[in-house]
């Protein structure tokens, strides 16, 4: 984003140009596909891939971290750092009080209370922020209403296509590689087999999509992914009520999260993130 506002004065010709190499970096995806490329990803190791993920968990961790001070450490806003303390310390407690509430007469919404701790957390700091119990902290504030209109003129010149193919296929290539890397976490984690070469059908056709309605290039959210682990998410169905909740919150529901804090927000993928990490990796290749 930051190049596309360097290169383009108008939000209108960074948007064309986005759009345009998400259509790029799709067909680009479907071209490797009939060339039968995805077998590369056979090359890398078990290691490498708990490397890149593990580092990945690492720079999200540290991108989380500036919302939820508030700005840097040196300079934290008081309250924005306490209500990230609090969100974390609930997501990191929620599962150990559910169990050792068990056999009590609160062990039933000590479970519900677990199994949507994420909920919870961003409630609760919602209600605080309404409540005035958290004054100065940042929220996610007003959202565009309304799905984006299908644009289907994202090649309208052919200038564009020569300048932006030869950055659009690396950037296929890196999203390729970093969304397998994520699929096959998912994978470990849930005991199954991932088709690469369905992979980077699927991911073609995702930021073809994406360009019709005027997106960016996509790939699989390594945070998000993280995050569905945590909450038990067990198969691709999960994603069609996560689009139908962002549907509704765009046609209508944009109240649901505008008082939502930004830092609880950070706060809960940040501790979606620290599962991804691979200590028992680390230690091992170590010790060796």
């Given at each position: 984003?930051?190049?596309?506002?360097?290169?383009y004065?108008?939000?209108?010709?960074?948007?064309?140009?986005a759009?345009?190499?998400?259509?790029?970096?799709?067909?680009?995806?479907?071209?490797?596909?009939?060339?039968?490329l995805?077998?590369l990803?056979?090359?890398?190791?078990?290691?490498?891939l708990s490397?890149?993920?593990s580092?990945?968990?690492?720079?999200?961790?540290?991108?989380?971290?500036?919302?939820m001070?508030g700005?840097?450490?040196g300079?934290?806003?008081?309250?924005?750092?306490?209500?990230?303390?609090?969100?974390?310390?609930?997501?990191f407690?929620?599962?150990?009080?559910?169990?050792?509430a068990?056999?009590?007469?609160?062990?039933?919404?000590?479970?519900?209370?677990?199994?949507?701790k994420?909920?919870?957390?961003?409630?609760?700091?919602?209600?605080?922020?309404?409540?005035?119990?958290?004054?100065?902290?940042?929220?996610?504030g007003?959202?565009?209403?309304g799905?984006?209109?299908?644009?289907?003129?994202?090649?309208?010149?052919?200038?564009?296509?020569?300048?932006?193919?030869?950055?659009?296929?690396?950037?296929?290539?890196?999203v390729?590689?970093?969304?397998?890397?994520?699929?096959?976490?998912?994978?470990?984690?849930?005991?199954?087999?991932?088709?690469?070469?369905?992979?980077?059908?699927?991911?073609?056709?995702?930021?073809?999509?994406?360009?019709a309605?005027?997106?960016?290039?996509?790939?699989?959210?390594l945070?998000?992914?993280a995050?569905?682990?945590?909450?038990?998410?067990?198969?691709?169905?999960?994603?069609?009520?996560?689009?139908a909740?962002?549907?509704?919150?765009?046609?209508?529901?944009?109240?649901?999260?505008?008082?939502?804090?930004?830092?609880?927000?950070?706060?809960?993928?940040?501790?979606?993130?620290?599962?991804?990490?691979?200590?028992?990796?680390?230690?091992r290749?170590?010790?060796?």
């Amino acid at each position: 984003s930051e190049q596309l506002a360097r290169e383009y004065a108008t939000p209108e010709e960074r948007s064309a140009r986005a759009a345009t190499c998400a259509l790029l970096v799709g067909l680009v995806l479907c071209v490797m596909g009939l060339l039968r490329l995805a077998f590369l990803v056979r090359f890398l190791s078990r290691p490498a891939l708990s490397g890149f993920i593990s580092g990945s968990a690492l720079l999200i961790i540290k991108s989380m971290s500036g919302p939820m001070v508030g700005g840097h450490l040196g300079h934290a806003h008081r309250s924005t750092a306490l209500l990230s303390a609090m969100c974390l310390g609930w997501l990191f407690a929620a599962k150990p009080l559910a169990t050792a509430a068990r056999g009590t007469a609160l062990e039933r919404f000590s479970e519900g209370a677990a199994r949507f701790k994420a909920l919870v957390a961003l409630a609760l700091a919602s209600a605080a922020v309404s409540l005035k119990l958290a004054p100065g902290v940042a929220v996610v504030g007003e959202v565009p209403q309304g799905l984006p209109p299908i644009k289907l003129d994202v090649l309208s010149t052919t200038e564009r296509v020569e300048n932006m193919l030869p950055g659009a296929a690396l950037v296929a290539i890196v999203v390729f590689v970093s969304s397998f890397a994520s699929a096959k976490k998912c994978a470990l984690h849930g005991g199954y087999h991932i088709d690469s070469a369905k992979e980077m059908w699927a991911l073609g056709a995702a930021n073809v999509a994406a360009a019709a309605c005027g997106g960016v290039p996509v790939q699989v959210g390594l945070s998000r992914s993280a995050l569905a682990i945590t909450l038990g998410v067990r198969s691709q169905v999960a994603s069609l009520f996560a689009a139908a909740l962002i549907a509704i919150v765009l046609w209508g529901a944009a109240a649901l999260v505008e008082k939502v804090p930004l830092c609880a927000l950070s706060a809960v993928i940040a501790h979606a993130a620290c599962k991804l990490l691979e200590w028992d990796s680390v230690t091992r290749l170590w010790s060796r």
